[in-house]
């Protein structure tokens, strides 16, 4: 066995040093091979769950920094040791004789620091200590992002409740980071990982409707694609044309999103159309020949395709705070159905997977870190106010929108942001105060979403303060730390179930065990629980959760059907008659002979609320039946 593992690490190391040889001198080779060599003889006697030699996980690191994220030597050398100091008798100040300060400097960044008192919580000082580390040099970021990928790939050695924990810490802050550092490939596979591991049932069976969505739409794809090549190429504009079906995260956060079943979400999958850029082209600048070719490209394929009105979203002009780029458009294919098309170069679709290591966008990555380090500094100071990694979060690994003021200067606003957190990003007395908006020439509540190009106006009134239910409209830093000044928190005592997801037995679910020694149970999909074991994982407890005859969950179902005679009885007669349960609430309204319904009602476990819904999807005319949540 040893010497199976001793001769797949060598070819592992050597991949490493083959990629890093395309574009580095001999002698950053050698300082490459010194490093591999040094972890192996650090790490000789330790062992990974899988059995495997530790070395193995450095090794695979090191890969990813080389081959995914093309990063430099001194990323790559760190992350053959990033684990060296943490879990060996060797130092910093050996890395340092040996390797020389930036290899030392990256690998410290990398090192959690072993405290007796951790200031909030073991996880997130160390999320703190990852963050602070971009004051310095935002390769260790990158490295660790690289160091978590491998450990999500590997998650399957890992008990549950490690796998729970790991997965928890990735999607509420690995993958958005990822997300808000432009590195799309990398955020949608951690996405998705932690997906997997978090809630293997639900995971598996979106994965099953994307593969019968691949077989059913395959033939009419690909004819469709086809097609747009050859109406570009008699044109003289070769393009290649991918389809790329979104992933089981994705379609799982659109279904929750959208209120709607796997079958009723739109845009399943999305069509790039990849153009090739040269640095001139025509006597143009890369970057206008790149708006050129778009414009061009869609204008040819609105002369044959319908495009769909208000389905443009200008990604070139108009790039995302993370750098990305494309120009989108809803077009009508010849098989009936609205197809999202992607437009964009090679150039940015490399961008996309590069984030902020691409060299080409410096200048934005620059003005990014500068506000990313400005704002860290300002919740650092503020950070007693409310809770830092939280508001970490919401800041900044969000999807963002840019709108403007009646003036046009841009405001650059997690998605889904209101206009209230818009006047608070204008100034805090504005937000304080805010007392309605005009969206667009429009008059709006202040609670009111924005989207993206929103022209916005606050208008203010000092007769106006904050409420408490402010603090659920809010998503920005900037908003939440001025309106925690005035809200206090109210603690939690006894045994509880999340109000948020309200789990039933039966359920996935996952308890944690609070400061005062009561229980918390929450659905594993719940965003609390997620952020619960990002930050507390260590509390992580088994939850035995078993029907119990006289206990009822309160549930509350949403019935859309075409409207017929005794609908609602027969939904009303299987709720009360055969399941001999009462409801709490009904709401239903008939328009046009399309029938919406919501329904609240006890149950006892997840499989009497599986069974009810089952039997109300079989009546005659039901459309769809979903939980609300």
């Known amino acids: 066995m040893k010497r199976f593992y001793d001769k797949v690490i060598q070819e592992h190391a050597q991949k490493v040093l083959d990629i890093m040889e395309t574009r580095v001198s001999a002698e950053e080779i050698a300082k490459l091979r010194q490093a591999c060599e040094f972890a192996r003889k650090a790490h000789a006697d330790q062992y990974r769950r899988s059995g495997e030699p530790y070395i193995v996980h ?10 995914e994220l093309h990063m430099d030597t001194s990323a790559v050398c760190a992350a053959f040791l990033h684990d060296v100091v943490e879990d060996t008798p060797y130092t910093l100040e050996d890395i340092k004789e040996l390797f020389g300060e930036d290899v030392a400097g990256l690998v410290k ?10 200031e909030m919580s073991k996880q997130e000082d160390n999320y703190k200590q990852i963050l602070g580390s971009i004051q310095l040099d935002i390769r260790s970021l990158l490295v660790k992002l690289a160091d978590r990928l ?5 998650l399957s050695s890992m008990p549950p409740h490690k796998q ?3 997965a928890g810490e990735t999607d509420f802050f690995y993958a958005p980071l990822a997300n808000r550092l432009g590195l799309y490939n990398v955020k949608i596979e951690l996405e998705n990982l932690s997906f997997r591991y978090r809630c293997p049932h639900e995971y598996e069976f979106i994965q099953e409707l994307i593969e019968r969505d691949k077989a059913v739409l395959q033939k009419d794809l690909e004819g469709f694609t086809a097609k747009i090549k050859n109406i570009l190429a008699a044109e003289g504009v070769m393009v290649d044309v991918k389809i790329v079906f979104r992933q089981p995260y994705s379609l799982w956060r659109k279904m929750r999103k959208t209120n709607c079943d796997f079958n009723h979400i739109p845009y399943r999958h999305i069509i790039q159309v990849i153009f090739t850029c040269h640095d001139m082209e025509g006597g143009l600048p890369c970057r206008e020949y790149e708006k050129k070719m778009a414009l061009k490209i869609y204008a040819k394929l609105t002369n044959v395709f319908r495009e769909k009105p208000s389905g443009i979203l200008n990604y070139i002009n108009s790039p995302k705070e993370n750098g990305y780029q494309s120009f989108h458009v809803q077009m009508l294919s010849d098989f009936g159905s609205w197809e999202e098309l992607h437009i964009c170069s090679e150039r940015m679709v490399k961008a996309s997977q590069l984030g902020v290591i691409d060299q080409q966008r410096e200048s934005s990555v620059q003005r990014w870190l500068g506000k990313f380090r400005s704002a860290l500094k300002d919740m650092e100071y503020h950070q007693n106010e409310g809770n830092y990694i939280e508001d970490v979060v919401s800041t900044f690994y969000n999807d963002d929108i840019m709108v403007f003021t009646p003036k046009g200067q841009a405001v650059n606003l997690p998605k889904r942001a209101t206009a209230l957190d818009f006047a608070f990003e204008i100034h805090t007395h504005i937000g304080l105060h805010a007392h309605y908006a005009r ?9 009111a979403e924005l989207q993206r190009g929103d022209l916005v106006e606050i208008v203010t009134s000092e007769n106006v303060f904050p409420k408490r239910d402010w603090m659920e409209t809010v998503l920005s830093y900037k908003a939440k730390r001025a309106l925690k000044t005035y809200f206090s928190k109210q603690l939690k005592s006894g045994y509880h179930y999340c109000p948020k997801c309200n789990p039933i037995p039966g359920e996935e679910v996952v308890g944690f065990k609070e400061t005062d020694g009561s229980i918390t149970v929450h659905r594993r999909n719940c965003s609390l629980a997620i952020s619960s074991a990002s930050k507390k994982g260590d509390s992580i407890v088994s939850v035995d959760y078993k029907v119990v005859s006289n206990v009822l969950y309160p549930v509350s179902i949403h019935i859309l059907a075409i409207d017929r005679y005794r609908l609602l009885c027969d939904i009303i007669d299987c709720i009360t008659n055969e399941m001999h349960l009462s409801m709490h609430a009904i709401n239903t309204t008939s328009s046009d002979c399309i029938v919406n319904s919501t329904i609240s009602f006890g149950v006892h476990s997840n499989e009497e609320l599986l069974t009810i819904m089952a039997r109300i999807k079989s009546f005659e005319g039901v459309e769809e039946v979903r939980r609300i949540f």
Do not use: C, D, F, W
């Open 58 to 67: 450095p090794i695979a690191v090191a890969n990813i920094v080389a081959e």
């Open 109 to 118: 960044a990398l090192t959690k620091p072993v405290k007796e008192h951790y």
């Open 150 to 154: 491998h450990n999500m790939r590997t």
């Open 164 to 166: 729970m924990k790991i």
């Open 439 to 447: 969206i667009n020439g429009q008059l709006r509540s202040i609670k």
